[in-house]
Every structure is written in C-alpha cells, then in structure tokens.
C-alpha cells in the first residue's frame, strides 16, 4: 500500500472518529429520549434502548405545540425584522460611503462583545416603560439586535464585491438608490440573505436568555422555557426534555442542511477578490 493512501485511510479514520465524537451527544439526547422513567439511573446506561417507550414524545404532542408555534413565530419575525434592517445599512455601508463608516463597523463588532445577560436586563427596563413585557414584538426586536450586527456585516462583505459598473447602469437607466438597491443588488445577494435569514433565525430560536427575561410567566413563551419547565427541583422528566429537545432540533437541522451551499458562499463572499 502506497504512503499516500495510507495517509488518505488516516485521515478518513480520524475524521470519522471526530465526528462520531461531535455527533454523540445528539444521539445520547435520542436515546434517552426513548428510554424509560425505571430506567433512567440505571448503571451502567443502555447504549440502545433496549425498551424503549415514546411517552415523551407523546408528551411533546400534549403539551408542547404551542410552544412550538410560538417560536416558529418568533424565528420568522426575527428573520424579516433583521434583513429588513441589515440589508440596507449592508449596501449602504458598502456602495453609499456614508461618513462615519469606519466608526459604525467597530460599533456593530463591539454590540457583539456584549454580554446577552446585560442586554436583557436593559430591555426589560425599557420593556417594563412600554408595557412590552410578556409580548412576541418585544422578544423579536430583543432577538433581532444578536442578528442584526452580524448581518450587516455580511451584507457588506458581499455587496462590497457587486460590480459597480451594474449599479452605474442602472442609474443610466434613470433608478435612484431605493430602485438600485432593491431591483439590482438585493437579487444579486440572494446568498447572503439566506445566510442571514438561517443564522437569525437559528439564534432567536435557541434563545433562552431574553425568552427567559422578558417573556417567562407570559402566554406566550418560545419552546426553550417550555423545556425548562420539565425542569423542577425535585422532578426531571428527563425522557420528555429530551423528546422535546429532539423535536425542537429537527426544523433548524431541515433549514440548516437544505440551506448550507447558500450559507458557505454567503459566509465567503467579500473573502476574496478579483
């Protein structure tokens, strides 16, 4: 065998052990979603479920679509409140030139150094002014400020690199920025749009610090809190948090894998230039 299938055979070996590795976790939260109550602290664990039950998903279907729909409603407010508001500063931070530029990229990369705990805690401020507290805007705008400095950073990485002779045509055409901007470029940045609609979307819907602070108690509470309530001081229902884990995963692992070839030119563009 020559040397470099060796090497080859080495690095698929250590490749496929890392990801087992990685991935072990999601099968653990599987398979104790399938596992008994009985069996629970059982030592050593069952690696398979060997009698497995599927109370906790039958517990997630009783209790926890609502949850469930108040996410779904939550992620998707928090993606079209972020594109809606990164996608234009993106082009015009990256075509426009507006003064000050410089300094409003160092404040969009400080906004993200902040701490989630010290942001909530100056929403809930706010919120308890406006009467905004327990509400689903209020958590989508809370949400939206994680994304929004993020995808105004990829929305100017990208429309950095649109030609400017396609712009200058279009305004040989008699389009004003508003008309360049939304007939040219927004459908050239198709790639960067996805990206930042995935990871709004990914971030607002594993949120539990402000669903947490600004809406815990209220009719309306995204599925993190619904988990949290299966956690008690005295009482683990260990198999439905885990079910409901599972369940929860499962939309942004579909949106994840359906949208990954747009998110790897979207997270690239602005890297390299011609």
Do not use: C
Request: proline content about 5%.
């Amino acid at each position: 065998m020559s040397a470099h299938r060796k090497r080859s055979r080495a690095r698929t070996t250590i490749g496929v052990l890392l990801t087992g590795i990685m991935l072990f976790p999601v099968y653990w939260m599987v398979n104790v979603s399938l596992t008994r109550d009985q069996d629970m602290r059982k030592s050593p664990p069952d690696l398979l479920p060997l009698h497995g039950t599927l109370a906790g998903y039958r517990t997630v279907l009783a209790e926890q679509l609502p949850y469930l729909g108040t996410s779904l409603l939550i992620g998707l407010g928090t993606v079209v409140l972020t594109v809606a508001l990164s996608a234009p500063a993106g082009y015009a931070l990256a075509k426009l030139r507006p003064r000050g530029g410089g300094l409003l990229h160092f404040v969009l990369l400080a906004a993200q150094m902040i701490p989630g705990i010290i942001m909530a805690m100056g929403f809930y401020a706010v919120y308890l002014q406006l009467g905004l507290l327990q509400s689903v805007p209020g958590l989508i705008v809370a949400d939206s400020t994680l994304s929004v400095p993020f995808g105004v950073l990829i929305f100017t990485a990208f429309m950095s690199g649109i030609p400017g002779e396609l712009l200058q045509a279009a305004r040989t055409d008699g389009a004003g920025p508003l008309r360049t901007f939304w007939s040219v470029v927004l459908p050239l940045s198709r790639n960067s749009v996805i990206t930042v609609s995935l990871f709004a979307f990914l971030w607002s819907w594993s949120d539990f610090v402000f669903a947490g602070t600004l809406v815990n108690g209220g009719a309306h509470e995204p599925i993190t809190l619904g988990i949290y309530h299966y956690i008690g001081n005295n009482n683990q229902q260990w198999n439905a948090i885990m079910a409901t884990a599972v369940v929860a995963s499962l939309p942004a692992a579909v949106i994840l894998v359906l949208a990954q070839r747009y998110v790897a030119a979207g997270v690239t563009a602005g890297a390299v230039k011609d």
